[in-house]
C-alpha cells in the first residue's frame, strides 16, 4: 500500500472516484468497474462518505475490500457534519488496523431542511487536526473548490482557509469543474499565499445531463453555456451525452496536464466506460 503524499512525488497521478452504492447488484457492478479501471493501473481510487454517516459501513467495507485485493490504495472520504470525535476516533481506529492510510477529511454539508447537525466538528480542518493526531500517520487529502464553495463569504477569506486547510494536510482534490482557468487561478492565488501543496484537478465526465446540471448547482460549478447547450440538445440520446462528456473531460485533461497538474482525479461514477475512454485519448500511463 502507499500514502498519497508520497505517490504525488511521482507526477502526474491518475485516480478515480467511487460513490457506495445502495443494492447487492449495484455493489457487484461496481466491483466489476473497479476491476476494470485497475487494469488502467490508477494511482489511487477514493470512495465517498454519507455526510451524517449514512454510508459508515459501506464505505469503510469497500476501502477496505479494495485496499486488501488490488495493488492501489483505496482512500476513505470522511466527513465531519454531525460527528462526534469519538465517532471519528473509531472510524480511524477501524481504518488502521486493516491498513487503510489514506482519509480525505470532508466538512459535508449539512442537513438540506436547515437542523442543527449536532457534532463536534464546524470544518473540515477541525478533522484534519483529529486525522493528523492519530498514531498511524495516515496520508490527508482536502477538498478545494476552484469556483469558490457556496458557503464562501470571499474569494479571500476562502483562500485564505484553504491555504491554512492544505497546510495542515498533505495534497488536496478539487471539485469538478470545467473551465481551466478558475483552476489556474486558485493554484496561482494560494502560491501567492505561499503554499504550494499539490491540488489535484477533479474532472467529471458527463453521463447524465440533469444530474450533473443537479450537482453543480449545489457546488457552485460554471456550466459553461456551449457545453450545456450542446448537453441539452442531446438529453435523452445517453451515448451522445457520454461522447460529449469523454470529448469535454479529454480536452481539460490535456489541458491540465500541459499545465502541469500534479494528476488528474476522474469522477469515475462507478462506471469504468468513460475513463477508459478518456485515459486512452490521452494515451496516459
Ligand atoms: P470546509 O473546509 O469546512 O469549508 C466549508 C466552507 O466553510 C467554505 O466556504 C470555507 O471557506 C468555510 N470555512 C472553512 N473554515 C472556516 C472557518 N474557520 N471560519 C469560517 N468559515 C470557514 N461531501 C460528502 O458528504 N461526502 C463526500 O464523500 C464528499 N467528497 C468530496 C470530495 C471532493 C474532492 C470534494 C471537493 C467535495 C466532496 N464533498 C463530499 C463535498 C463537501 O463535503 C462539501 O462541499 C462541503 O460543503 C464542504 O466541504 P469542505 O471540506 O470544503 O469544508
Do not use: W
Not at 226 to 254: F, M, N, S
Amino acid at each position: 500500500m502507499a500514502r498519497i503524499g508520497e505517490l504525488l512525488a511521482a507526477r502526474p497521478t491518475l485516480s478515480f472516484e467511487f460513490f457506495p452504492p445502495k443494492t447487492d447488484e449495484a455493489e457487484r457492478a461496481l466491483e466489476k468497474t473497479v476491476a476494470d479501471l485497475a487494469e488502467l493501473r490508477p494511482s489511487f481510487v477514493s470512495v465517498t462518505y454519507g455526510a451524517g454517516g449514512s454510508t459508515r459501513e459501506r464505505t469503510r467495507d469497500i476501502v477496505v475490500r479494495i485496499n486488501r485485493d488490488h495493488p492501489f490504495p483505496a482512500m476513505a472520504h470522511l466527513t465531519c457534519v454531525g460527528h462526534t470525535r469519538a465517532d471519528i476516533a473509531q472510524l480511524l481506529d477501524e481504518y488502521a488496523e486493516s491498513g487503510v492510510e489514506n482519509i480525505l477529511a470532508l466538512g459535508g454539508d449539512p442537513p438540506a431542511d436547515g437542523s442543527d447537525p449536532g457534532g463536534d466538528f464546524a470544518y473540515a480542518s477541525d478533522l484534519v487536526e483529529q486525522v493528523r493526531a492519530h498514531p498511524a500517520g495516515f496520508s490527508i487529502g482536502v477538498a478545494a473548490h476552484p469556483e469558490l464553495h457556496p458557503r464562501s463569504t470571499s474569494t479571500d477569506d476562502d483562500r485564505r482557509r484553504l491555504a491554512t486547510k492544505l497546510e495542515m494536510a498533505d495534497f488536496g482534490v478539487t471539485q469538478f469543474f470545467f473551465e481551466l482557468d478558475p483552476y489556474l487561478r486558485m493554484v496561482d492565488e494560494l502560491g501567492q499565499l505561499g503554499c504550494d501543496k499539490p491540488v489535484l484537478p477533479g474532472i467529471m465526465p458527463v453521463i447524465n445531463v440533469a444530474g450533473v446540471q443537479r450537482m453543480a448547482g449545489m457546488n457552485g460549478t460554471h456550466i459553461p453555456p456551449p457545453l450545456l447547450e450542446r448537453l441539452v440538445a442531446v438529453e435523452d440520446q445517453p451515448d451522445e451525452v457520454a461522447k460529449i462528456g469523454v470529448e469535454t473531460a479529454t480536452a481539460l485533461g490535456a489541458a491540465l496536464l500541459a499545465e502541469d497538474a500534479p494528476g488528474l482525479h476522474i469522477y469515475a461514477m462507478n462506471r469504468s466506460a468513460a475513463p477508459r475512454e478518456i485515459h486512452a485519448n490521452l494515451a496516459l500511463g
